[in-house]
Every structure is written in structure tokens, then in C-alpha cells.
């Protein structure tokens, strides 16, 4: 009878490890996974529960794992001392996250249905699905969808709309460049994600029009590196694009020089943190969201909490903004489910 080699992985333990690491692989050559501390982190929880997998009779494999398996794997934790990963509720959302991308990502490489046992698991388990939220970890402040509707309508007054009424057509004319600025600046903090450290360090070079859809409007931004995260790419909503394009358009003809693609002054100078921040917040409060708070943050994390219910999957999220896909745990919880977004 044929017998594995010591030093061989078991078919259980191997589809295991391989899943992990192809997972790992893929978030972190994505741009979604990078601080060593964090894939540590991932490395010993996924460690404890495949320990756990094998350890069982037949072994737990990744086709057969159901929510009854991982409700005994919950029970057999509870006791444990933290340093034995104890499965404390914020430990369990954690791991089970985790699980479930792992199972979702490996369904995706193989094209079939994935194994839901992990996010069924949670359903079934509120205290531990909230987890987050009853600990104190505040949830991100977002617009409603009405909030958002409204504040995107009040932006695009400021391009040209070819299609609308007389009045509505010809309102862009009245903006100063200064306000066009503004409301350019404003739709990329909504409809693509970004910081305000972010949109000031754009350039000329950012915007993206080729592969685009519409000739000549940006598609997507072209973000550079910071202390933070290294250079990526993240797309913007249609609506911010042709604001964007107008923006480019005005900038151009009114010849002001330098290479910031939102200059402070007409001669050029960078925006300054202070600046932006008053600009946005007066921008804000004119649409009448100035009784929200969060400013500009809260329009990036509506950004992102659209995408979700859009079906993105959170690695590509976390990728666009620029942030760990842990980071995306926070969102789930606003994500409650498929909505209106816009």
C-alpha cells in the first residue's frame, strides 16, 4: 500500500495551504495586502484553523467545509487564552472574513459555485458579525443615496449639459475657475475615492482618457506614491470624469501654468492643505451638507461603500483605495446588502 513521504504534504493539509497562498498571493501582487505585520497576522490565523481542519476525522477539506464544522471550531476555541488565538468575537469576524475570501477567491480561480459556509456562518452569528461595531469601532460615515444624488446634480452645474433645459445648459458659464476647481476636485473625492492629501498631489499626468469609453474624458487617475501606499490606479465615476474634462479644458484655456493639475492660484502655486479644506467645506455647505460630518473623507468612504454594493469584490476596493483589505471589514458592516447607488 502506497504511503506519503514524510516530508510530503497530505492532499487535505496540501489543498489547504495551497488555497491560503494562492489567496495571499494574488492580494498582495494586487497592491491590497502589503505591511508584513498584517500577512502575519493572516499567516497564524489561517495556521490555527487549517491546524484544527486536519486534526479532525475525516479531515475538514475546503469542498466539504460546512457551517456545522465551523461551529465546532468556534465551540473547541472558547476557553482558549488570547495568545492561543481565542475566538473572541472581533477574533472570530476576523478569521471568518478571511475564510470566506479564501473560499470566494478559490471558486473564482477554479469557475464554480463558492463555498458561502463562512459568510452563512455569520449570518447566523449577529453577535460576532457586529462585532466590530459593538466594540466601539466606529462605522464610516457615508452619504445616503439621496444625500449623494443631490450633490453630484449640484456638481455637474458646473459643466456644460448639452441635453438639459436653457437654464440648466448655460449654467456652468457663471462658475469661476476657481469653482469649477472646487467641484472637480469635490466629484474625485466622491467618484473616485480619493484623499484630500491625494487630489492635491495630482498632476497634469493623473487623468486617463485613453482606453476610455468617450474620447478625450478620463476614465481613471493615475494616483502617485506617498509615505503610505505606492503609486496606483483607480477609476472615477462618468459623471466626475466629464466634470473633470471641462475642468482640463478651462485650465488650458485660461493658460495657467505649472504642473498641479488643481493649482492654488492662477499663477500656479500649489493647493494648500488649509485652502482645499475651506474650499470643500464652503463647497459643501452650499449644497447644503454642511450639517454633515466627515467632509471630505465621508465622500470616499461613500465611494467606496458604492463599489461594494455595486458586487466589487474587496480586494479590488481596497486596491483603488490605496489601503489593506482588512480595511474593508469596517464597510461590510454598512453593506448590508444589494441597494440603490449611484
Known amino acids: 500500500m502506497p504511503t506519503l513521504s514524510l516530508f510530503e504534504e497530505a492532499p487535505a493539509q496540501q ?3 495551497n488555497a491560503f497562498e494562492h489567496w ?3 492580494e498582495r501582487h494586487a497592491g491590497a495586502l502589503r505591511q508584513p505585520g498584517s500577512i502575519a497576522v493572516y499567516r497564524e490565523m489561517w495556521r490555527g484553523f487549517q491546524g484544527w481542519c486536519l486534526t479532525q476525522s475525516p479531515p475538514v477539506t ?3 467545509l460546512a457551517v456545522q464544522d465551523l461551529q465546532a471550531f468556534q465551540a473547541a476555541r472558547l476557553g482558549k487564552k488570547s495568545p492561543d488565538l481565542s475566538l473572541t468575537p472581533r477574533h472570530a ?8 475570501w479564501v473560499l470566494r477567491h ?3 480561480q477554479s469557475d464554480v459555485p463558492p463555498n458561502t459556509a463562512a459568510s ?5 452569528n449577529p453577535h460576532v458579525r457586529y462585532a466590530d461595531a459593538a466594540s466601539g469601532d466606529p462605522l464610516p460615515e457615508v452619504l445616503s443615496v439621496a444625500e449623494a444624488r443631490h450633490l453630484i446634480a449640484f456638481l455637474s452645474n458646473a459643466r456644460p449639459r448639452p441635453g438639459a433645459s436653457a437654464a440648466r445648459r448655460d449654467a456652468h458659464a457663471a462658475f469661476t475657475w476657481q469653482e469649477l476647481r472646487n467641484c472637480a476636485a469635490v466629484a474625485l473625492h466622491l467618484g473616485g475615492g480619493l484623499t484630500p492629501a491625494e487630489v492635491r498631489a495630482l498632476t497634469l499626468s493623473s487623468p486617463i482618457s485613453r482606453g476610455g469609453r468617450t474620447r478625450d474624458r478620463p476614465w481613471k487617475i493615475s494616483i502617485p506614491a506617498n509615505g503610505n501606499s505606492p503609486a496606483r490606479e483607480t477609476p472615477i465615476a462618468p459623471w466626475a470624469g466629464e466634470l473633470l474634462q471641462h475642468w482640463l479644458q478651462i485650465r488650458s484655456e485660461r493658460r495657467i501654468p505649472g504642473d498641479m493639475l488643481f493649482p492654488s492660484t492662477a499663477t500656479g502655486k ?3 492643505k488649509q485652502s482645499h479644506y475651506a474650499a470643500t467645506r464652503q463647497l459643501l455647505a452650499q449644497a447644503g451638507l454642511d450639517g454633515n460630518e466627515g467632509g471630505t473623507f465621508k465622500l470616499r468612504h461613500t465611494f467606496a461603500v458604492r463599489q461594494l454594493r455595486r ?3 474587496p480586494g479590488e476596493v481596497a486596491r483603488w483605495l490605496g489601503v489593506e483589505v482588512a480595511v474593508m471589514e469596517r464597510y461590510q458592516h454598512v453593506v448590508i446588502g444589494p441597494v440603490d447607488v449611484v
Do not use: H, K, V, Y
Not at 469576524?93 to 470566506?100: K, N, S
Not at 452563512?120 to 447566523?124: I, N, Q, S, V
Open 24 to 26: 495571499l498571493s494574488d
Open 270 to 272: 500649489p493647493w494648500s
Open 311 to 313: 458586487g466589487t469584490a
Open 106 to 108: 478559490r471558486a473564482a
Open 15 to 17: 489543498g489547504l495551504s
Open 93 to 100: 469576524l476576523r478569521l471568518m472574513r478571511l475564510i470566506d
Open 62 to 64: 475546503l469542498e466539504s
Open 120 to 124: 452563512d456562518w455569520l449570518a447566523e
